[in-house]
């Protein structure tokens, strides 16, 4: 999961940075530095987001690759 996808979902939730970081139980300065593109997301802090949310893991391996595929339609699109 990205940083935008994070960020994505945090607001379909209606969730400040703080109350997401609460929630999932991790530092709010982890969620700001996920989301700014200065961290990556660890397998523990993804695990705790499936596991707090509820949402199949699946979901986030589907949201990379219809995300990869968005920009190479972009990309051929631009260059053709």
């Known amino acids: 999961m990205t940083g935008e996808q994070l960020r994505d979902l945090r607001l379909a939730l209606s969730m400040s940075q703080r109350e997401f970081a609460e929630m999932v139980g991790v530092g709010c300065s982890t969620i700001a530095r996920i989301e700014n593109g200065s961290q ?7 695990a705790k987001i499936v596991q707090k949310i509820q949402i199949d893991d699946g979901l986030f391996i589907f949201a990379d690759k219809y995300q990869k595929l968005n920009r190479l339609i972009h990309d051929y699109t631009i260059s053709n």
């Open 40 to 46: 990556t997301m660890s397998l523990l802090t993804r």
